[in-house]
């Protein structure tokens, strides 16, 4: 168990991927999507995650986060008891300064939605901002994946 | 991940607690109780496990399991995150013929319910009865303890 220190923002522009240095495909689904206990089976290139977080702090940076890895085959079984809605994203990974950007963009009816995250080791940690990065949304929970599964960003 | 077979009954007498050879107390939460996608933490005794099922087959005998040893410090931190209501119980393991019968006696708010399960092979399977095994449940989902964890069997 750790706990998660992130900040989430859009982004204005396709000049992330020129810096990037690493895409892979992410799919997840959700054992349960509630923000508050949230179970997601993911599988990320060739390896396979279970994740579980609780709800976000009162700030709304941090969270509660557990994860094993898992096999594959396990994870394809799993996705088969998930909620319907499955996240399909690509994620490109950027060094910006001393930390790294993860920069999530969606595929299928999350298309057009493209989200930046970096990593805290405290909610007060200051980071330099690349210059494709927008408007932060780490408190807005409709950018929460387990959200969009459900809600994707074309309804809204 | 496996196919769980497993029935289930009523249990009309504490005489199976004199055929036990083994004890254990067990504490089980829920980060689902959804019948389709159960996701439990349990501590049984110096051990936990993550565990998660699907929905039951049409016989309703059958269930899709995957299940993996956590820490026990892990198990509490998840706890945590879990919905309120915690299940409570003793398992006691009886041997009859070829197969191990577990007695799960509650306690708390689901005291007074005994319930006694036999895992088999396949659904046909035959197997011998205990002296105190009553009326088969096995397909009143009542009966689920993530069902019971909600609504406790005080409260029917």
Partial sequence: MNM???????????????????????T???LNSHPERTVRVRTKGENA???????????GLSRFEWEKEI?????????????????????????????????DHFHGRNEGLIIAEVELNSEEEKFEKP??????????????????SKKAYKTW
């Fill in 28 to 30: 997840q689904a959700y």
């Fill in 49 to 59: 995650y279970l994740t579980i977080k609780g709800k976000s702090s009162e700030s």
């Fill in 131 to 148: 210059a494709w990065l927008g408007k932060e949304v780490t408190r807005d929970k409709r950018y929460y994946n387990s959200l969009l």
């Fill in 71 to 103: 096999s594959i085959d396990d994870a394809r079984e799993l996705m088969k008891l998930a909620e319907p809605d499955v996240i399909d994203k690509t994620r490109y990974l950027i060094k910006q300064g001393t930390h790294i950007f993860e920069v």
């Fill in 4 to 26: 998660e220190i992130e900040r989430k923002f859009l982004v204005t522009s396709e000049d992330y991927k020129k810096e990037s240095y690493k895409s892979e495909r992410i």
